[in-house]
């Protein structure tokens, strides 16, 4: 039996060996589009080389790192929203807080995810590169995109929605889309997400959900029925151009954030491998 888990393990590596690793995560440095309603991300030395030197002539140098939860390519936690002062499964939200943070429905309690992703491409659908502000993707889009692509929604799958908003990434006050708005999915399209049985779901934007021109994030109705009614966590400001580009629409989805007891969302690097 040992010798048909070390051929198994062996044939895992060699597979793995083989694939493409595809980055779906943005690099986080000063300065870098975000959302106005959590803390700026900065980053700075701390300590530079030649500050303090070793007998030997070695020296080493040290960061400081301050940042929002939710800033740069994060995964929501179900107790990020409540509605009605109630988080996910009935648990009652000035409670679970009480004590500086949320022991129960904490990012922590969101396991490492290995499993099949799909990315639903909506500008590939329409042949453009970019949806424009403020457009709900609409179930039918959802719908057709999978089709188009062949590539089935099922119970368990990391479902990534491209809008190609991602594109303005680097012009921060034009990926926030105050003005314009920014494209995403609504409620309607959360409630389609849900009822396929998604486990997570993602986007290229800040807020994941539709955003309409000059209202900012004043309802995410999205962010109500996937966190709090459904329980699934959302992963935002993704990088899915590369899979789009290649014409990749499934491949094996990894996400691991960091471990923060009791926050309601943590950063992360995803990845797919193909």
């Known amino acids: 039996m040992s010798g048909s888990r070390t051929d ?10 083989q694939a493409t690793v595809y980055d779906l995560g943005r690099p986080m440095q000063n300065g870098m589009a975000q959302s106005p309603n959590h803390p700026q ?70 396991p490492p995810f290995v499993g099949r992703g799909v990315l639903l491409d909506i500008p590939g659908l329409f042949g453009v590169e970019i949806c424009e502000g403020g457009h709900e993707i609409s179930v039918a889009e959802l719908e057709s995109a999978a089709a188009r692509q062949g590539t089935s929604v099922g119970p368990g799958d990391a479902v990534l929605v491209r809008s190609g908003w991602g594109a303005h990434f680097d012009d921060p006050e034009r990926y926030q889309g105050k003005y314009s708005g920014v494209p995403g999915v609504g409620e309607a399209g959360a409630q389609w997400l849900g009822d396929q049985g998604a486990a997570l ?20 109705p999205a962010h109500r029925v996937l966190l709090v009614e459904r329980g699934i966590n959302i992963i935002e400001a993704m990088d899915l151009d590369g899979l789009a580009a290649a014409g990749i629409y499934q491949f094996v989805f990894v996400l691991s954030h960091l471990n923060i007891y009791g926050a309601t969302g943590a950063p992360v690097r995803p990845l797919a491998l193909v």
Do not use: K, W
């Open 201 to 220: 779901v993602g986007a290229d934007t800040l807020a994941f959900e539709c955003i309409p021109a000059g209202q900012g994030h004043a309802l995410l």
């Open 41 to 110: 991300f900065h980053h700075c030395l701390d300590r530079l080389h030649g500050d303090r030197m070793r007998p030997d002539g070695g020296s080493a140098a040290a960061d400081l790192l301050t940042t929002g939860c939710h800033v740069g390519t994060h995964v929501d936690a179900l107790a990020h929203v409540s509605h009605q002062g109630q988080l996910y499964g009935g648990i009652d939200a000035a409670q679970a807080q009480a004590n500086g943070g949320f022991a129960v429905l904490g990012i922590h309690e969101l």
């Open 8 to 17: 198994a393990a062996g044939a895992l590596i060699d597979l793995v060996a």
